[in-house]
Protein backbone atom coordinates (compact mmCIF):
# COMPACT_ATOMS: atom_id res chain seq x y z
CA UNK A 1 0.00 0.00 0.00
CA UNK A 2 2.62 2.41 1.04
CA UNK A 3 4.63 1.64 -2.01
CA UNK A 4 1.78 2.13 -4.22
CA UNK A 5 1.48 5.46 -2.23
CA UNK A 6 4.83 6.27 -2.91
CA UNK A 7 4.57 5.24 -6.79
CA UNK A 8 1.38 7.61 -7.25
CA UNK A 9 3.29 10.18 -6.20
CA UNK A 10 6.38 9.69 -8.27
CA UNK A 11 4.09 9.42 -11.22
CA UNK A 12 2.15 12.58 -10.58
CA UNK A 13 5.51 14.51 -9.71
CA UNK A 14 5.89 17.73 -8.04
CA UNK A 15 4.95 20.70 -9.36
CA UNK A 16 8.22 22.20 -9.51
CA UNK A 17 9.15 19.70 -12.74
CA UNK A 18 6.56 21.40 -14.47
CA UNK A 19 6.49 24.55 -14.07
CA UNK A 20 4.89 25.56 -17.70
CA UNK A 21 2.07 23.05 -16.77
CA UNK A 22 1.11 24.87 -13.16
CA UNK A 23 0.92 28.46 -14.60
CA UNK A 24 -1.46 28.27 -18.02
CA UNK A 25 -4.71 27.69 -18.17
CA UNK A 26 -5.85 27.28 -21.98
CA UNK A 27 -9.69 26.94 -23.46
CA UNK A 28 -10.01 25.94 -26.84
CA UNK A 29 -13.32 25.95 -28.90
CA UNK A 30 -13.12 23.79 -32.06
CA UNK A 31 -15.09 23.02 -35.37
CA UNK A 32 -14.35 19.98 -36.86
CA UNK A 33 -14.96 17.54 -39.86
CA UNK A 34 -14.31 14.02 -39.96
CA UNK A 35 -14.14 10.80 -42.16
CA UNK A 36 -15.12 8.21 -39.91
CA UNK A 37 -15.24 4.55 -41.67
CA UNK A 38 -16.73 1.70 -39.72
CA UNK A 39 -16.25 -2.51 -40.78
CA UNK A 40 -18.96 -5.08 -39.74
CA UNK A 41 -17.64 -8.54 -39.78
CA UNK A 42 -20.47 -10.62 -39.25
CA UNK A 43 -20.86 -14.54 -40.01
CA UNK A 44 -19.30 -14.22 -42.81
CA UNK A 45 -20.25 -11.28 -44.23
CA UNK A 46 -18.52 -8.07 -44.44
CA UNK A 47 -19.97 -4.89 -44.79
CA UNK A 48 -18.10 -1.35 -44.85
CA UNK A 49 -19.92 2.52 -44.44
CA UNK A 50 -18.17 5.73 -44.25
CA UNK A 51 -19.21 9.47 -44.31
CA UNK A 52 -18.48 12.70 -43.67
CA UNK A 53 -19.30 14.00 -39.89
CA UNK A 54 -18.97 17.66 -38.61
CA UNK A 55 -19.11 18.78 -34.88
CA UNK A 56 -17.19 20.55 -32.42
CA UNK A 57 -15.78 20.24 -29.14
CA UNK A 58 -14.35 22.82 -26.27
CA UNK A 59 -11.23 21.93 -24.41
CA UNK A 60 -10.17 23.34 -20.90
CA UNK A 61 -6.24 22.59 -20.11
CA UNK A 62 -5.52 24.10 -16.53
CA UNK A 63 -1.99 23.42 -15.65
CA UNK A 64 -1.74 19.46 -15.56
CA UNK A 65 -5.51 19.13 -15.85
CA UNK A 66 -7.50 18.73 -18.91
CA UNK A 67 -11.36 18.62 -19.51
CA UNK A 68 -12.83 17.60 -23.18
CA UNK A 69 -16.01 17.49 -24.48
CA UNK A 70 -17.33 17.06 -28.27
CA UNK A 71 -20.31 15.98 -30.03
CA UNK A 72 -20.31 15.28 -34.17
CA UNK A 73 -22.90 13.96 -36.32
CA UNK A 74 -23.24 12.99 -40.07
CA UNK A 75 -24.40 10.43 -42.17
CA UNK A 76 -22.69 7.04 -43.12
CA UNK A 77 -22.93 5.15 -46.66
CA UNK A 78 -22.23 1.77 -47.83
CA UNK A 79 -19.07 1.89 -50.01
CA UNK A 80 -17.98 -2.14 -49.94
CA UNK A 81 -19.52 -5.42 -48.52
CA UNK A 82 -23.05 -6.54 -47.99
CA UNK A 83 -24.23 -3.30 -46.36
CA UNK A 84 -27.75 -1.88 -47.98
CA UNK A 85 -28.73 1.05 -46.04
CA UNK A 86 -27.45 4.74 -45.12
CA UNK A 87 -27.73 5.39 -41.85
CA UNK A 88 -27.53 8.68 -39.67
CA UNK A 89 -24.84 8.41 -37.01
CA UNK A 90 -23.46 10.85 -34.49
CA UNK A 91 -21.79 10.61 -31.46
CA UNK A 92 -21.05 12.91 -28.25
CA UNK A 93 -18.02 12.28 -25.40
CA UNK A 94 -16.15 13.79 -22.89
CA UNK A 95 -12.90 13.02 -21.45
CA UNK A 96 -10.57 13.82 -18.49
CA UNK A 97 -6.86 14.11 -17.95
CA UNK A 98 -3.74 14.34 -15.66
CA UNK A 99 -0.15 14.63 -16.92
CA UNK A 100 2.06 13.07 -14.92
CA UNK A 101 4.88 14.39 -16.95
CA UNK A 102 4.71 17.06 -19.81
CA UNK A 103 5.16 14.20 -22.27
CA UNK A 104 3.00 11.61 -20.74
CA UNK A 105 -0.48 11.97 -18.90
CA UNK A 106 -3.74 9.44 -18.10
CA UNK A 107 -6.95 9.98 -19.20
CA UNK A 108 -10.00 8.34 -18.83
CA UNK A 109 -13.42 9.52 -21.21
CA UNK A 110 -17.44 8.33 -22.21
CA UNK A 111 -18.33 8.12 -25.79
CA UNK A 112 -21.85 7.74 -26.84
CA UNK A 113 -22.25 7.15 -29.96
CA UNK A 114 -25.67 6.02 -32.15
CA UNK A 115 -26.46 4.95 -35.51
CA UNK A 116 -30.30 5.32 -37.00
CA UNK A 117 -31.20 3.56 -40.32
CA UNK A 118 -34.11 2.20 -42.18
CA UNK A 119 -33.41 -1.38 -40.43
CA UNK A 120 -33.14 0.01 -36.61
CA UNK A 121 -31.70 1.85 -33.92
CA UNK A 122 -28.52 0.84 -32.36
CA UNK A 123 -26.56 2.77 -29.51
CA UNK A 124 -23.04 2.28 -28.59
CA UNK A 125 -21.88 3.26 -24.83
CA UNK A 126 -18.02 3.63 -24.62
CA UNK A 127 -16.50 4.35 -21.75
CA UNK A 128 -11.94 4.46 -21.84
CA UNK A 129 -9.24 4.79 -19.91
CA UNK A 130 -5.80 4.95 -21.36
CA UNK A 131 -2.61 6.78 -21.54
CA UNK A 132 -1.37 10.14 -24.08
CA UNK A 133 2.36 10.46 -24.67
CA UNK A 134 2.88 13.94 -26.63
CA UNK A 135 6.10 15.92 -27.15
CA UNK A 136 6.76 19.20 -29.36
CA UNK A 137 8.21 19.25 -32.50
CA UNK A 138 11.60 21.66 -32.44
CA UNK A 139 8.53 24.45 -30.93
CA UNK A 140 6.04 25.58 -28.27
CA UNK A 141 3.15 25.61 -31.27
CA UNK A 142 3.70 22.27 -33.01
CA UNK A 143 2.62 19.30 -30.95
CA UNK A 144 2.34 15.87 -31.64
CA UNK A 145 0.52 13.21 -29.18
CA UNK A 146 -0.31 9.57 -29.06
CA UNK A 147 -3.12 7.65 -27.14
CA UNK A 148 -3.56 4.61 -26.16
CA UNK A 149 -6.94 3.41 -24.89
CA UNK A 150 -8.72 0.45 -23.24
CA UNK A 151 -12.80 0.17 -23.27
CA UNK A 152 -13.88 -1.63 -20.77
CA UNK A 153 -17.62 -2.25 -20.18
CA UNK A 154 -18.70 -1.19 -24.21
CA UNK A 155 -22.47 -1.68 -24.11
CA UNK A 156 -24.57 -2.04 -27.55
CA UNK A 157 -28.40 -1.95 -28.02
CA UNK A 158 -29.35 -5.32 -29.04
CA UNK A 159 -25.54 -7.47 -28.99
CA UNK A 160 -23.57 -8.49 -26.11
CA UNK A 161 -20.71 -6.68 -25.11
CA UNK A 162 -17.48 -6.70 -26.72
CA UNK A 163 -14.60 -8.60 -25.23
CA UNK A 164 -12.05 -6.92 -26.57
CA UNK A 165 -12.27 -3.15 -26.96
CA UNK A 166 -9.22 -1.17 -27.69
CA UNK A 167 -8.80 2.33 -29.48
CA UNK A 168 -5.23 3.97 -30.63
CA UNK A 169 -5.19 7.69 -32.31
CA UNK A 170 -2.02 9.81 -32.96
CA UNK A 171 -2.68 13.45 -33.98
CA UNK A 172 -0.57 17.18 -34.74
CA UNK A 173 -1.65 19.97 -32.91
CA UNK A 174 -0.60 23.45 -34.42
CA UNK A 175 -1.44 26.33 -31.74
CA UNK A 176 0.97 29.68 -31.96
CA UNK A 177 1.91 31.09 -29.01
CA UNK A 178 1.39 34.73 -30.33
CA UNK A 179 -2.10 34.00 -31.72
CA UNK A 180 -5.21 32.52 -30.53
CA UNK A 181 -5.46 29.89 -33.65
CA UNK A 182 -5.40 26.28 -32.94
CA UNK A 183 -5.51 23.24 -35.48
CA UNK A 184 -5.61 19.32 -35.05
CA UNK A 185 -5.62 16.43 -37.21
CA UNK A 186 -5.87 12.93 -36.04
CA UNK A 187 -6.79 9.60 -37.35
CA UNK A 188 -8.32 7.22 -34.46
CA UNK A 189 -8.96 3.55 -34.81
CA UNK A 190 -11.32 1.13 -32.14
CA UNK A 191 -11.48 -2.63 -32.58
CA UNK A 192 -14.47 -4.78 -30.87
CA UNK A 193 -14.37 -8.31 -31.01
CA UNK A 194 -17.59 -9.54 -29.67
CA UNK A 195 -17.61 -12.78 -28.11
CA UNK A 196 -18.13 -16.01 -30.39
CA UNK A 197 -21.92 -17.04 -30.36
CA UNK A 198 -24.10 -18.67 -32.58
CA UNK A 199 -23.18 -15.23 -34.88
CA UNK A 200 -19.35 -14.00 -35.12
CA UNK A 201 -19.36 -10.09 -34.72
CA UNK A 202 -16.43 -8.14 -35.25
CA UNK A 203 -16.21 -4.35 -35.54
CA UNK A 204 -14.22 -1.86 -35.92
CA UNK A 205 -14.34 2.24 -36.78
CA UNK A 206 -11.73 4.46 -37.56
CA UNK A 207 -11.51 8.27 -38.89
CA UNK A 208 -9.88 11.03 -39.83
CA UNK A 209 -10.64 14.35 -38.27
CA UNK A 210 -9.66 17.81 -38.84
CA UNK A 211 -10.35 20.29 -36.06
CA UNK A 212 -9.87 24.47 -36.15
CA UNK A 213 -10.60 26.64 -33.59
CA UNK A 214 -9.38 29.11 -31.24
CA UNK A 215 -7.35 28.96 -27.80
CA UNK A 216 -7.90 31.68 -25.06
CA UNK A 217 -4.56 31.86 -22.94
CA UNK A 218 -4.64 32.41 -19.29
CA UNK A 219 -2.07 32.87 -17.28
CA UNK A 220 -2.50 32.07 -13.67
CA UNK B 1 -26.97 98.27 -15.58
CA UNK B 2 -26.52 101.98 -14.73
CA UNK B 3 -28.63 101.55 -11.78
CA UNK B 4 -26.10 98.61 -10.34
CA UNK B 5 -23.83 100.65 -11.02
CA UNK B 6 -25.31 103.63 -9.11
CA UNK B 7 -25.53 101.27 -6.61
CA UNK B 8 -21.87 99.81 -6.38
CA UNK B 9 -21.02 103.74 -5.82
CA UNK B 10 -23.27 104.71 -3.29
CA UNK B 11 -22.42 101.38 -1.19
CA UNK B 12 -19.07 102.23 -1.79
CA UNK B 13 -19.52 105.78 -0.92
CA UNK B 14 -21.37 104.79 2.73
CA UNK B 15 -18.70 102.04 3.79
CA UNK B 16 -16.28 105.02 3.21
CA UNK B 17 -18.27 107.33 5.44
CA UNK B 18 -18.65 104.33 8.12
CA UNK B 19 -15.27 104.05 7.93
CA UNK B 20 -14.30 107.73 8.26
CA UNK B 21 -17.19 108.20 10.88
CA UNK B 22 -15.50 105.18 12.88
CA UNK B 23 -11.50 106.34 12.50
CA UNK B 24 -12.97 109.79 13.77
CA UNK B 25 -14.75 108.46 16.26
CA UNK B 26 -11.53 106.33 17.68
CA UNK B 27 -9.43 109.00 17.27
CA UNK B 28 -11.86 111.30 19.60
CA UNK B 29 -11.93 108.56 22.06
CA UNK B 30 -7.85 108.10 22.24
CA UNK B 31 -7.81 112.03 22.17
CA UNK B 32 -10.04 112.03 25.36
CA UNK B 33 -8.55 109.34 26.90
CA UNK B 34 -4.83 111.57 26.32
CA UNK B 35 -7.15 114.06 27.92
CA UNK B 36 -7.63 112.16 30.98
CA UNK B 37 -4.52 111.05 31.59
CA UNK B 38 -3.14 114.40 31.05
CA UNK B 39 -6.18 115.50 33.76
CA UNK B 40 -4.17 112.91 36.30
CA UNK B 41 -1.33 113.96 35.90
CA UNK B 42 -1.92 117.29 36.94
CA UNK B 43 -3.68 115.59 40.11
CA UNK B 44 -7.06 117.04 38.62
CA UNK B 45 -9.13 113.76 39.00
CA UNK B 46 -12.65 114.94 39.13
CA UNK B 47 -12.12 116.07 35.72
CA UNK B 48 -10.27 112.60 34.39
CA UNK B 49 -12.71 110.49 36.09
CA UNK B 50 -15.91 112.58 34.33
CA UNK B 51 -13.90 112.31 31.28
CA UNK B 52 -13.60 108.47 31.48
CA UNK B 53 -16.93 107.66 32.91
CA UNK B 54 -18.18 109.12 29.69
CA UNK B 55 -15.59 107.09 27.48
CA UNK B 56 -16.57 103.92 29.50
CA UNK B 57 -20.05 105.06 28.99
CA UNK B 58 -19.79 105.28 25.07
CA UNK B 59 -17.14 101.99 24.64
CA UNK B 60 -18.47 99.46 22.21
CA UNK B 61 -17.03 96.14 21.09
CA UNK B 62 -15.59 97.75 18.26
CA UNK B 63 -13.74 100.05 20.47
CA UNK B 64 -9.93 98.48 20.02
CA UNK B 65 -9.34 96.65 23.13
CA UNK B 66 -6.21 98.61 24.27
CA UNK B 67 -8.51 101.50 24.46
CA UNK B 68 -11.29 100.12 25.92
CA UNK B 69 -8.75 98.38 28.51
CA UNK B 70 -6.65 101.46 29.30
CA UNK B 71 -10.55 103.26 30.37
CA UNK B 72 -11.25 100.78 32.49
CA UNK B 73 -7.53 100.61 34.45
CA UNK B 74 -7.65 104.28 34.84
CA UNK B 75 -10.99 104.72 36.35
CA UNK B 76 -10.53 101.38 38.73
CA UNK B 77 -7.43 103.16 39.48
CA UNK B 78 -8.96 106.32 40.61
CA UNK B 79 -11.78 104.17 42.41
CA UNK B 80 -9.48 102.78 44.25
CA UNK B 81 -7.68 105.83 45.76
CA UNK B 82 -11.21 106.75 46.51
CA UNK B 83 -11.45 103.42 48.36
CA UNK B 84 -14.53 102.53 46.25
CA UNK B 85 -13.16 99.14 46.31
CA UNK B 86 -16.49 97.70 44.42
CA UNK B 87 -16.21 100.10 41.67
CA UNK B 88 -12.67 99.00 41.21
CA UNK B 89 -13.23 95.68 41.09
CA UNK B 90 -16.17 96.02 38.53
CA UNK B 91 -13.84 98.35 36.14
CA UNK B 92 -11.29 95.77 37.03
CA UNK B 93 -13.26 93.40 35.80
CA UNK B 94 -14.25 94.93 32.67
CA UNK B 95 -10.83 95.22 32.03
CA UNK B 96 -9.88 91.72 32.37
CA UNK B 97 -13.47 90.62 30.35
CA UNK B 98 -11.89 92.83 27.18
CA UNK B 99 -8.47 91.94 27.67
CA UNK B 100 -7.64 88.75 30.01
CA UNK B 101 -4.00 89.82 28.76
CA UNK B 102 -3.95 92.76 30.91
CA UNK B 103 -2.32 93.08 33.84
CA UNK B 104 -0.81 96.14 36.07
CA UNK B 105 2.84 96.53 36.82
CA UNK B 106 3.69 96.79 40.81
CA UNK B 107 6.80 99.52 39.62
CA UNK B 108 3.63 101.78 38.37
CA UNK B 109 1.02 101.22 40.85
CA UNK B 110 0.99 101.22 44.45
CA UNK B 111 0.28 97.75 45.84
CA UNK B 112 -3.27 98.51 46.92
CA UNK B 113 -3.94 99.03 43.60
CA UNK B 114 -2.07 95.88 42.77
CA UNK B 115 -3.98 94.02 45.15
CA UNK B 116 -7.09 95.17 44.36
CA UNK B 117 -6.64 94.42 41.05
CA UNK B 118 -5.08 91.31 41.11
CA UNK B 119 -8.58 90.16 43.34
CA UNK B 120 -10.83 91.29 40.53
CA UNK B 121 -9.15 89.61 38.37
CA UNK B 122 -8.93 86.24 39.91
CA UNK B 123 -12.35 86.42 40.61
CA UNK B 124 -13.01 86.90 36.88
CA UNK B 125 -14.03 83.98 34.24
CA UNK B 126 -11.98 85.17 30.95
CA UNK B 127 -9.71 83.57 28.80
CA UNK B 128 -7.25 85.05 26.23
CA UNK B 129 -5.37 83.59 23.47
CA UNK B 130 -1.91 84.59 21.73
CA UNK B 131 0.45 83.03 19.27
CA UNK B 132 2.77 84.77 17.24
CA UNK B 133 1.44 85.97 13.77
CA UNK B 134 4.18 84.19 11.25
CA UNK B 135 6.70 81.36 12.64
CA UNK B 136 9.02 78.92 11.20
CA UNK B 137 9.56 75.99 13.13
CA UNK B 138 11.86 72.97 12.62
CA UNK B 139 10.36 69.69 13.02
CA UNK B 140 11.69 67.70 15.65
CA UNK B 141 13.46 69.86 17.81
CA UNK B 142 11.32 73.46 17.40
CA UNK B 143 8.03 73.90 19.06
CA UNK B 144 5.07 76.48 18.96
CA UNK B 145 4.51 78.93 21.42
CA UNK B 146 0.73 79.50 22.43
CA UNK B 147 0.34 81.65 25.00
CA UNK B 148 -2.98 81.35 27.36
CA UNK B 149 -4.40 83.59 29.68
CA UNK B 150 -6.67 83.63 32.62
CA UNK B 151 -8.74 85.91 34.22
CA UNK B 152 -9.86 83.25 37.24
CA UNK B 153 -7.49 80.53 37.68
CA UNK B 154 -8.14 77.54 36.72
CA UNK B 155 -7.69 74.17 34.12
CA UNK B 156 -7.60 74.82 30.46
CA UNK B 157 -8.30 72.52 27.90
CA UNK B 158 -6.65 73.22 24.26
CA UNK B 159 -7.27 71.57 21.46
CA UNK B 160 -6.39 71.48 17.67
CA UNK B 161 -9.16 70.67 15.52
CA UNK B 162 -8.74 70.47 11.13
CA UNK B 163 -10.44 73.75 10.57
CA UNK B 164 -12.64 72.11 7.63
CA UNK B 165 -13.38 68.99 9.60
CA UNK B 166 -14.52 69.89 13.20
CA UNK B 167 -15.08 65.60 13.80
CA UNK B 168 -11.67 64.68 12.88
CA UNK B 169 -8.88 63.44 14.96
CA UNK B 170 -7.13 66.59 17.16
CA UNK B 171 -4.61 66.81 19.09
CA UNK B 172 -5.94 68.18 22.92
CA UNK B 173 -3.38 69.75 26.03
CA UNK B 174 -4.79 70.52 29.30
CA UNK B 175 -3.28 73.06 31.50
CA UNK B 176 -3.49 74.51 34.47
CA UNK B 177 -3.02 78.09 34.60
CA UNK B 178 -2.67 80.47 37.28
CA UNK B 179 -2.29 84.19 35.17
CA UNK B 180 -0.51 83.62 32.16
CA UNK B 181 1.11 80.56 30.80
CA UNK B 182 2.65 79.76 27.62
CA UNK B 183 2.43 75.96 25.86
CA UNK B 184 4.96 75.10 23.34
CA UNK B 185 3.43 72.53 20.70
CA UNK B 186 5.68 70.48 18.90
CA UNK B 187 4.23 69.36 15.60
CA UNK B 188 6.49 66.85 14.33
CA UNK B 189 7.97 64.69 17.75
CA UNK B 190 7.77 61.23 17.61
CA UNK B 191 5.02 60.67 18.91
CA UNK B 192 2.68 63.52 17.00
CA UNK B 193 3.12 62.89 13.60
CA UNK B 194 -0.38 62.73 13.03
CA UNK B 195 -1.07 66.31 12.31
CA UNK B 196 -1.16 66.37 8.66
CA UNK B 197 -0.17 70.13 6.89
CA UNK B 198 -3.66 72.22 6.73
CA UNK B 199 -5.85 74.93 8.46
CA UNK B 200 -6.68 74.36 12.19
CA UNK B 201 -9.12 75.82 14.80
CA UNK B 202 -7.01 76.31 18.45
CA UNK B 203 -9.57 75.98 21.15
CA UNK B 204 -9.32 76.50 24.25
CA UNK B 205 -11.70 76.79 27.57
CA UNK B 206 -11.90 77.05 30.89
CA UNK B 207 -12.43 73.47 32.15
CA UNK B 208 -14.74 74.46 35.13
CA UNK B 209 -16.48 77.47 33.29
CA UNK B 210 -17.63 75.77 29.82
CA UNK B 211 -18.81 79.50 28.59
CA UNK B 212 -15.44 81.10 28.51
CA UNK B 213 -13.93 80.16 25.15
CA UNK B 214 -10.90 81.82 23.40
CA UNK B 215 -10.13 80.59 19.49
CA UNK B 216 -7.74 81.23 16.62
CA UNK B 217 -7.02 79.90 13.26
CA UNK B 218 -3.78 78.91 12.27
CA UNK B 219 -2.26 77.30 9.05
CA UNK B 220 0.29 74.84 9.33
CA UNK B 221 2.68 74.11 6.37
CA UNK B 222 6.01 72.76 5.29
CA UNK B 223 8.50 74.91 3.24
CA UNK B 224 9.54 73.43 0.33
CA UNK B 225 12.29 70.70 0.76
CA UNK B 226 15.54 70.95 -1.30
CA UNK B 227 15.44 67.76 -3.20
CA UNK B 228 17.39 65.43 -4.60
CA UNK B 229 16.58 64.96 -8.24
CA UNK B 230 15.24 60.76 -9.44
CA UNK B 231 18.08 58.72 -11.69
CA UNK B 232 16.78 59.24 -15.32
CA UNK B 233 14.38 56.22 -17.13
CA UNK B 234 17.25 53.44 -18.18
CA UNK B 235 17.89 54.31 -21.94
CA UNK B 236 16.27 51.30 -23.75
CA UNK B 237 19.85 50.89 -25.79
CA UNK B 238 21.21 49.98 -22.23
CA UNK B 239 19.56 46.26 -22.04
CA UNK B 240 20.97 43.35 -24.14
CA UNK B 241 18.25 41.03 -26.08
CA UNK B 242 16.83 38.75 -23.31
CA UNK B 243 16.32 35.87 -26.48
CA UNK B 244 18.49 33.98 -28.55
CA UNK B 245 18.16 31.89 -31.92
CA UNK B 246 18.35 28.50 -30.95
CA UNK B 247 20.34 25.73 -32.56
CA UNK B 248 17.89 23.60 -34.57
CA UNK B 249 16.72 20.87 -33.23
CA UNK B 250 17.33 17.76 -34.26
CA UNK B 251 15.56 15.94 -31.69
CA UNK B 252 12.06 17.32 -32.94
CA UNK B 253 12.72 15.73 -36.24
CA UNK B 254 13.49 12.47 -34.76
CA UNK B 255 10.70 12.79 -32.71
CA UNK B 256 7.88 13.91 -35.93
CA UNK B 257 9.68 10.01 -37.01
CA UNK B 258 8.53 8.67 -34.27
CA UNK B 259 4.99 10.08 -33.73
CA UNK B 260 4.42 9.61 -37.37
CA UNK B 261 4.93 6.23 -37.44
CA UNK B 262 3.22 5.90 -34.45
CA UNK B 263 0.51 6.85 -36.49
CA UNK B 264 1.01 4.85 -39.55
CA UNK B 265 1.72 1.86 -36.94
CA UNK B 266 -2.10 1.88 -35.39
CA UNK B 267 -4.06 0.36 -37.70
CA UNK B 268 -1.17 -2.02 -38.47
CA UNK B 269 -0.86 -2.95 -35.35
CA UNK B 270 -4.56 -2.66 -33.71
CA UNK B 271 -6.38 -3.53 -36.78
CA UNK B 272 -8.32 -7.23 -36.31
CA UNK B 273 -6.59 -9.07 -39.15
CA UNK B 274 -10.34 -10.65 -39.67
CA UNK B 275 -11.86 -7.53 -40.31
CA UNK B 276 -9.32 -5.98 -42.36
CA UNK B 277 -5.94 -7.43 -43.55
CA UNK B 278 -3.03 -5.45 -41.67
CA UNK B 279 -2.22 -3.00 -44.08
CA UNK B 280 -1.29 0.47 -44.29
CA UNK B 281 -4.44 3.08 -44.22
CA UNK B 282 -4.36 6.50 -45.76
CA UNK B 283 -6.38 8.60 -43.09
CA UNK B 284 -3.46 7.06 -40.61
CA UNK B 285 -0.42 7.80 -43.31
CA UNK B 286 -2.17 11.56 -44.17
CA UNK B 287 -1.87 11.93 -40.27
CA UNK B 288 1.95 10.54 -39.40
CA UNK B 289 3.04 12.44 -42.58
CA UNK B 290 1.36 15.77 -41.21
CA UNK B 291 3.55 15.26 -37.95
CA UNK B 292 6.68 13.87 -40.12
CA UNK B 293 6.36 17.16 -41.75
CA UNK B 294 6.10 18.82 -38.21
CA UNK B 295 9.00 17.38 -37.21
CA UNK B 296 10.94 19.04 -40.32
CA UNK B 297 9.56 22.00 -39.53
CA UNK B 298 10.16 21.66 -36.28
CA UNK B 299 13.78 21.50 -37.14
CA UNK B 300 13.80 24.24 -39.12
CA UNK B 301 11.83 26.80 -37.95
CA UNK B 302 13.24 30.15 -35.95
CA UNK B 303 13.25 29.16 -32.34
CA UNK B 304 14.16 31.39 -29.58
CA UNK B 305 15.60 30.82 -26.38
CA UNK B 306 16.18 33.28 -23.30
CA UNK B 307 19.69 34.55 -22.94
CA UNK B 308 20.35 34.08 -19.28
CA UNK B 309 23.69 36.03 -18.98
CA UNK B 310 21.68 38.57 -20.41
CA UNK B 311 18.42 38.27 -18.66
CA UNK B 312 20.70 38.67 -15.28
CA UNK B 313 22.19 41.57 -17.00
CA UNK B 314 19.20 43.51 -17.57
CA UNK B 315 18.19 42.13 -13.90
CA UNK B 316 20.95 43.49 -12.23
CA UNK B 317 20.23 47.17 -14.46
CA UNK B 318 17.13 47.53 -13.02
CA UNK B 319 17.91 46.60 -10.00
CA UNK B 320 20.17 48.95 -9.66
CA UNK B 321 18.08 51.78 -10.94
CA UNK B 322 15.08 50.47 -8.56
CA UNK B 323 17.57 50.64 -5.91
CA UNK B 324 18.99 53.97 -6.73
CA UNK B 325 15.52 55.44 -7.40
CA UNK B 326 14.29 54.33 -3.98
CA UNK B 327 17.30 55.92 -2.19
CA UNK B 328 16.40 58.72 -3.75
CA UNK B 329 12.68 58.70 -2.73
CA UNK B 330 13.86 57.91 0.56
CA UNK B 331 16.47 60.84 0.75
CA UNK B 332 13.66 62.93 -0.32
CA UNK B 333 11.28 61.74 2.19
CA UNK B 334 14.03 62.25 4.80
CA UNK B 335 14.28 65.86 3.52
CA UNK B 336 10.51 66.70 3.73
CA UNK B 337 10.26 65.60 6.88
CA UNK B 338 13.18 67.98 8.27
CA UNK B 339 11.81 70.23 6.24
CA UNK B 340 10.80 73.53 8.66
CA UNK B 341 7.07 73.92 9.51
CA UNK B 342 5.19 77.71 8.42
CA UNK B 343 2.72 78.96 10.87
CA UNK B 344 1.13 81.77 10.21
CA UNK B 345 -2.21 82.88 12.03
CA UNK B 346 -5.20 82.82 9.83
CA UNK B 347 -7.88 84.65 12.64
CA UNK B 348 -6.39 86.56 15.31
CA UNK B 349 -7.98 85.57 18.84
Known amino acids: MRRAFVIVLVLTGSSAARPALAQEVALSVFGGIGQPRSTVVLAGGRERVRGIWAGGGIELEAGRFLMAVSGYRGELTPFEGDATFDRDAGEIGGRVGIALFPWIGLEGGFAARAFSAASGYQRWNIPSVGAVVSGTLGHPAIRAHFRVAYLPGVSVTGLESPDVGVAGSAGITVAPEEARFVARLEYGLERYDFPPGTTSRLEQFDQIRLSVGARLRVAR | ?349
Open chain 2, 1 to 349: MRRAALSSVLGLALAAMIAGGLEAQQQDSEDRLARAVAALDATEVEAAKRILRELGAELTSRTPADLATEVYIRLGVIYVSETLLDSAAAEFAAAVRRNPFVRMDPERYNPDVIQAFEEARRATPALGLRAPYDTTVQPDTGSWPVTVAVGLPGVVELRFVPADDASSESFARTIAVDSVQTVRTSFTSPGAAWLPMREYRVVAWLRDVAADTASMRVRVERLPADTVAHPPPLDSGRFLPERRRAAPSVSSLVKGVLFGAAAVAIPLSLANPDVQPRSVQGGAVAVGAAIAVGGVVGLTIKRYELNPQNVLHNVRLRTEWERENRAVAEENARRRHRSPLHITLKEEP
